[in-house]
């Protein structure tokens, strides 16, 4: 059974960091290509960042690109967020994604990634 569980949400403060953790059981991570998403009340879910199953290609959205970095630990089948310079519209549930259809091409949609996990509130005050 393919789960993906996120950790390390929680309430900072605009200009903090925060880690997020992506613990995967029942697939290989370091074969799939593995990405973020965030959803904000009474918004769309949106693509934040990915990273093809090679590690080598990165794709983030403008919004948090020099901000955010996406890493992977093969040993630990964990992909991490690395969320710095926060700012209150990075509020918002984020989920983590895996995908082993979409090889090495570009994964941004949403529906370029089959398992999901359940999501993490991350909250950032002014």
């Known amino acids: 059974q393919v789960q993906l569980v996120e950790s390390g949400g929680g309430l900072v403060q605009a200009g903090d960091s925060l880690r997020l953790s992506c613990a995967a059981s029942?697939?290989?991570?370091?074969?799939?290509?593995v990405g973020w998403f965030r959803q904000a009340p009474g918004n769309e879910r949106e693509f934040v960042i990915s990273?093809?199953?090679?590690?080598?290609?990165?794709y983030s959205s403008d919004s948090v690109k020099g901000r955010f970095t996406i890493s992977r630990d093969n040993a630990k089948n964990t992909v991490y967020l690395q969320m710095n310079s926060l700012k209150p519209a990075d509020t918002a549930v984020y989920f983590c994604?895996?995908?082993?259809?979409?090889?090495?091409?570009?994964?941004?949609?949403?529906?370029?990634?089959?398992?999901w996990g359940q999501g993490t509130q991350v909250t950032v005050s002014s």
């Open positions: 029942g697939l290989t991570l370091r074969l799939y290509a």
């Open positions: 990273m093809d199953w090679s590690g080598d290609n990165t």
């Open positions: 994604a895996a995908s082993r259809s979409v090889g090495l091409r570009r994964a941004t949609d949403i529906a370029d990634f089959g398992s």
